[in-house]
């Protein structure tokens, strides 16, 4: 499923696209957004080689686990996830572009015995001068998105959010 826009990006004729989804109308995408989210919908272990093209050399990236600055500290992280999960993949489901920062929503997914866990999160970029990602910074509910989900460790953190929560 192609990623979408939330709302055209605001972006100058110089950095846009166009991308066409059937049934809906052209939209300008923002060029370097455009390519980060496609870069996640079809990461793998071959194309973190092709990071440089992406992030740029003292690139910070951050997520609840992470918190790294520089190519190869960025390749271990996703190494690393592929390493450790089985059949790791993004889909992007909508991107917001304003000058040098963008949002990508996304849901993250990996295979398990059990069926597919799906994590929905969100990424802030600041893009550097030459287009490539200089700050991404992951978004994303560790608790409800993933502690709930495990076995034995989820039973006590729905319970925990259910004794915490005031609509309970």
Same mark, same amino acid.
């Given at each position: ?11 100058? #004729?110089?950095?846009? #696209?166009?991308? *066409?989804?059937? &049934?809906? #109308?052209?939209v300008?995408?923002?060029?370097r957004?455009?390519r980060?989210?496609?870069?996640f919908?079809? *990461?793998? !272990? ?16 951050? %997520?609840?686990f992470?918190?790294v600055? &520089? +190519?190869? /500290?960025i390749?271990? $992280?996703? @190494? ?11 889909? $992007? ?6 000058? %040098? ?7 993250? +997914? *990996?295979?398990?015995?059990? &069926?597919?866990?799906?994590v929905? &999160? ?8 030459d /287009? ?5 910074? %992951?978004?994303? %509910?560790? #608790?409800?998105?993933l502690? @709930?989900k495990? !076995? $034995?460790? /989820? ?12 609509t @309970?």
């Open positions: 499923m192609p990623f979408a826009p939330l709302t055209p990006d605001m972006t100058s #004729a110089a950095t846009s #696209a166009t991308t *066409i989804t059937p &049934g809906q #109308a052209s300008a995408i923002d060029s957004t455009a980060v989210a496609a870069f919908e079809s *990461i793998s !272990p071959a194309s973190l080689g092709t990071l440089s093209s992406v992030y740029n050399e003292h690139a910070r990236f951050k %997520d609840p992470n918190d600055t &520089g +190519l190869p /500290g390749q271990r $992280v996703f @190494a690393h996830m592929f390493e450790t999960v089985q059949n790791p993949r993004f889909v $992007v489901h909508h991107t917001m572009t304003q000058g %040098d920062h963008a949002w990508l929503t996304w849901d993250f +997914l *990996i295979d398990r015995p059990e &069926g597919t866990l799906t929905h &999160g969100a990424t802030q970029l600041t893009f550097a001068p /287009g490539r990602v200089s700050v991404h910074r %992951d978004y994303w %509910d560790t #608790a409800a998105e502690y @709930a495990l !076995p $034995v460790l /989820g039973a006590l953190v729905r319970w925990l959010t259910r004794k915490l929560s005031a @309970a």
